[in-house]
């Protein structure tokens, strides 16, 4: 297996040595060879390094260290700006300000933001993704002045890692596989599949620490609650929206 | 760079030969790898690999040779199915039927498809992702019998390849990088990105194939037009809400 994706764990704490810059170009190479819709590049990456942009950065991303301690900050975005404004100046109409497009841009830059991942760890680097870059992508619009037609998608954050932590366990393939069609899980196949993950010492240590019953419940009511996720969902529509991309009629 | 990352052209055109099973699983392994948000891994693949179903998926995705050619298509999923079971086996309400979690498991699909995609690449294997997904996301719904919870985001075929096309060209890194906050585009940015690409034999022919001005009318009025992204916008929107992904109060 490519070594790097064997090796992936998330990196939370870094050096303080930055990405040197020769290193951070072969990295967005890395970004732009990935599959991309009928070659059209949908997407931009905003490098963040300034510390200034670092202190703004992760007070958007819920204050989380690992924002001010990595010495990089890539930005992905959907980004049908750039493609738009080269059909207007080549006598073409541009019909992207819908749904369909902002999926076309969010799948692009997730290929993108993947394989620049896999090329970080490729040399030495660490990674984490940040997923509250959606929560908060109104705030990201806003530090990074994006125009319309461009949206916040995904955050790295990248540097020399000041940990290896263990690989995390994963659910085993049948978890996930599904062979020629979807095939619902019983009760049984869910206990089974989650067995390992719940008899774990990490579990049970999860359990004393946040005080609850059963594993789910730390997701359901602390990491991932709905009331959470209701807030951010309008908040993500109405980015969407505002950037321009929900004109489907 | 990683070798598959570097070398990486989507292949259309397959030999006969079968992916081997054991080298099918160390793919979907290496897909489990991918970073999930909190290791909920909120995705699903299913594997085609029969001839009726294979036709079938023909069909849905516009009748392209390549997947009737190719022996392998994998369709991932948004998927939040097999863990919202799993919270309600556990005494955890789940909160995830809204668009946020959508969009979360939207990233984990296809972090674990490019992994997938890069690995199989580096076992002499050709891919191409089928952006037709999201477009026919109802058919490949009924097709499949993905419950709620479950939304269809993209697709790859993969086979030994039976031609190697040239690497495709890439906009210049200014085109897509920008340095700690968004520079918008002027004219003479635009001309300079997109000159390569225009004055290229590859653009002389397509425009006369094509029988348009510029280029970029291949994309408005042929490859993605405006009204047909209309169409596709309601369609997936509604498949969102439909598969119970649209709970956002």
Not at 19 to 34: D, F, H, K, N, P
Not at 60 to 78: C, G, K, S, Y
Not at 109 to 121: D, I, R, T
Not at 200 to 209: G, N
Request: proline share 3%.
């Amino acid at each position: 297996m490519i070594e790097a994706i064997q090796n992936h764990r998330s990196i939370r704490k870094f050096k303080p040595d930055a990405v040197e810059e020769g290193l951070l170009y072969e990295l967005l190479r890395a970004g732009t060879r990935a599959s991309t819709t009928g070659n059209m590049q949908v997407y931009s990456i905003i490098v963040s390094q300034q510390a200034e942009m670092k202190k703004k950065l992760w007070e958007i991303h819920f204050r989380q260290n690992m924002v001010l301690e990595a010495p990089l900050i890539l930005t992905f975005n959907a980004d049908f700006n750039r493609f738009s404004k080269w059909c207007e100046l080549r006598k073409a109409i541009p019909g992207y300000d819908n749904f369909l497009s902002f999926t076309t841009a969010f799948i692009d830059a997730l290929l993108a933001s993947q394989n620049v991942a896999l090329e970080a760890e490729n040399n030495g680097l660490g990674i984490c993704y940040l997923g509250t870059t959606t929560y908060n992508a109104d705030k990201i619009c806003d530090l990074f002045h994006l125009p319309k037609g461009v949206v916040p998608v995904t955050t790295l954050v990248i540097g020399y890692p000041a940990e290896i932590p263990e690989l995390t366990d994963r659910l085993p393939l049948e978890a996930i596989v599904h062979q020629e069609t979807y095939h619902d899980y019983s009760q049984e196949q869910i206990d089974k599949i989650y067995a390992d993950r719940e008899n774990s010492e990490l579990t049970r240590q999860l359990l004393k620490i946040n005080n609850k019953e059963t594993l789910a419940q730390i997701f359901t009511e602390s990491r991932y609650a709905k009331k959470d996720n209701l807030v951010f969902s309008k908040k993500y529509l109405e980015v969407i929206e505002k950037q321009g991309f929900m004109n489907n009629d």
